[in-house]
């Protein structure tokens, strides 16, 4: 998703060009995850104020190995959180967790790029809650979206700025990443049926094809 506030922002760039599932271990993982933060520093090597906001929960130890890469690419972006739980539209239907992470912004917001970071992109619902959450703290300019997986399925006209992979999932299938923070050797990502808790299966066995595609500039 380009959300430029002050003129427009270049093209998606999709940066999976992952050929078969078999080949999706925590090393592909780990070199995926490279492969975003290169691009990410690519385009903002001369950016005053870089925000990373990792959206709760499933974007935050994203967004840490993505500033960590960007900082050995030179670059020195803010961290933080962004917490969407008052803004979501089921929060009728689901209450908030006794769990969660609040929102954590380490600097200014006016003025600022900011990347929300989140490791799967479906809906978009999460991405427009993370936005509202973001504007309560001012007004950056310029937002972009950087996800792992991009698993389609969109409810509302969001894309992301910066696609480690693109999946292809059925309504009834849920894509889980799994980043473990001490251990990035057991990182996984799950395919999981809605239809029973036993289907659970390692998405290198799926049959779903992945998307390999890139898109110009």
Do not use: C, W
Not at 64 to 86: E, M, N
Not at 99 to 113: K, L, R, Y
Not at 160 to 183: H, M, Q
Request: charged content about 25%; overall charge positive.
């Amino acid at each position: 998703m380009s959300f430029a506030l002050d003129g427009l922002h270049d093209a998606p760039q999709y940066l999976g060009l992952v050929a078969t599932l078999p080949k999706h271990d925590a090393k592909t993982i780990d070199q995926t995850v490279a492969r975003v933060a290169s691009s990410i520093a690519r385009r903002h090597a001369k950016t005053g104020r870089l925000l990373l906001l990792g959206i709760a929960n499933g974007g935050i130890i994203l967004a840490r190995r993505l500033a960590a890469h960007l900082a050995k690419a030179g670059l020195k972006p803010g961290l933080g959180t962004i917490d969407i739980s008052f803004h979501r539209d089921d929060i009728g239907r689901n209450p908030i967790p006794k769990e969660f992470s609040p929102t954590v912004i380490p600097h200014e917001v006016n003025g600022a790029t900011v990347i929300l970071v989140d490791d799967v992109l479906h809906s978009g619902r999460t991405v427009k809650a993370a936005l509202d959450e973001l504007f309560d703290h001012g007004r950056p300019a310029n937002v972009e979206l950087a996800v792992l997986v991009d698993r389609g399925g969109r409810r509302l006209p969001i894309a992301p700025d910066y696609t480690g992979l693109v999946l292809v999932a059925g309504d009834s299938e849920k894509i889980k990443v799994r980043l473990d923070a001490r251990d990035p050797s057991r990182d996984t990502i799950l395919s999981e049926s809605a239809a029973g808790a036993g289907s659970k299966s390692k998405i290198e066995n799926r049959k779903s094809k992945i998307l390999s595609r890139a898109l110009a500039s």
